[in-house]
């Protein structure tokens, strides 16, 4: 079993900056691609950032240039840095990761999500 959390989400001004961090625990054996997702209310979750083992990075169109995904392959963990956040940036941020577990069964997993907020 594999268990992903996320942290770092808050209240921040338009402009403002926040980091946020996913963590995973459990059975991994290797991880293939972490990503960070985001839904705002009455919207379908979409894809913000994600990365692979072999660290090749995705962007959505409407984050590039003002946040920076990174990975640790040895503490399978990732990070999203976001910078010039704007209000379109409100929503809950969810980590996704995926992968193998010790037993060889592949895993998606998702964590319980964190709320960014950018308001003045």
């Known amino acids: 079993q594999v268990q992903v959390v996320e942290s770092g989400g808050g209240l921040v001004q338009p402009g403002g900056s926040l980091r946020l961090s996913c963590a995973t625990s459990?059975?991994?054996?290797?991880?293939?691609?972490m990503g960070w997702y985001r839904q705002a209310p009455g919207k379908q979750r979409e894809l913000v950032a994600s990365?692979?083992?072999?660290?090749?990075?995705n962007y959505a169109d409407s984050v590039k240039g003002r946040f920076t995904i990174s990975g640790d392959n040895a503490k399978n963990t990732v990070s999203l840095q976001m910078n010039s956040l704007e209000p379109e940036d409100t929503a809950g941020y969810y980590c996704?990761?995926?992968?193998?577990?010790?037993?060889?069964?592949?895993?998606?997993?998702w964590g319980q999500g964190t709320q960014v907020t950018v308001s003045s």
């Open positions: 996704n990761v995926q992968g193998v577990t010790t037993t060889l069964r592949s895993f998606d997993t």
């Open positions: 459990g059975s991994i054996f290797s991880i293939n691609a």
């Open positions: 990365i692979t083992r072999g660290d090749n990075t």
